[in-house]
């Protein structure tokens, strides 16, 4: 169980281009999913918290109109980076907590990875 | 501020034991988490600590001091698959997970 799903896992796009990136929970609801972006040999840095329903809670030095993040249901979030630069290329990864009460743990997905040319 | 200190790099021999430190300071405390995560692939769950104590899990072992601000992750039978870093990471009062540098784990045979 806790399974959580990304697509694609994969992209490369032109500079300038929008990227949407997919997160999915398939076989528990959470009320809460997270997304985290990793550079080569760092640590996760968590870029923004979105709770379903609601508008999503970005860290300090996350530009909001660049990273739009959408949790419209359940099961899903969306990131979508917009007009992408070399310097978004990272490995973008989302994480998702079961419904409150049933544990505090996240379960991640897979990533993407996201070079822009 | 909020700090999480763990080793940067720990070798290991097949088969040995091997123990990681995490020594953490937050604002609150609603668990320790480990996670495992091989080279280019995302984090795996490993273990949760809200109490203090060792939990095990197979030849997994996590332990919590709330009082000493202090975890470990224990490996036991390790094997070459075992090599990966692995993340400590706090949850603080506001629910937000606090994250280690992460240790990688180099197993030699």
């Known amino acids: 169980g806790a399974v959580v799903s990304q697509h694609p896992s994969w992209v490369i796009c032109k500079s300038g281009t929008s990227v949407k990136i997919e997160c999915r929970s398939l076989?528990?609801?959470?009320?809460?999913m997270f997304w985290y972006r990793q550079f080569p040999k760092q640590s996760l840095m968590l870029m923004a918290t979105?709770?379903?329903?609601?508008?999503?809670?970005?860290e300090q030095g996350v530009e909001k109109d660049k990273f739009l993040i959408n949790h419209a249901s359940l099961t899903l979030s969306t990131l979508t980076v917009t007009s992408a630069h070399p310097e978004d290329s990272s490995f973008y990864i989302c994480?998702?907590?079961?419904?409150?009460?049933?544990?505090?743990?996240?379960?991640f997905g897979p990533g993407t990875r996201l070079l822009v040319l | 501020g909020q700090n999480i200190d763990q080793p940067t790099e720990m070798t290991a021999t097949e088969g040995a034991i091997v123990q990681i430190n995490c020594t953490y300071q937050?604002?609150?405390?609603?668990?320790l988490f480990w996670y495992q995560q091989h080279a280019g692939e995302a984090p795996t769950f490993l273990s949760y600590?809200?109490l203090d104590g060792l939990e095990e899990k197979g030849r997994f072992s996590s332990f919590l001091s709330r009082s000493k601000g202090y975890s470990y992750l224990l490996l036991k039978e390790l094997q070459m698959k075992d090599s990966a870093s692995y993340l400590c990471?706090?949850?603080?009062?506001?629910?937000?997970?606090?994250w280690g540098a992460g240790t990688k784990l180099i197993i030699k045979p």
């Open positions: 937050t604002s609150g405390f609603n668990g």
């Open positions: 979105s709770n379903e329903g609601s508008k999503a809670t970005y």
């Open positions: 990471a706090v949850m603080d009062s506001n629910y937000q997970l606090i």
């Open positions: 994480s998702a907590r079961p419904l409150a009460g049933e544990s505090e743990t996240q379960y």
């Open positions: 076989d528990f609801q959470a009320t809460t």
């Open positions: 600590n809200v």
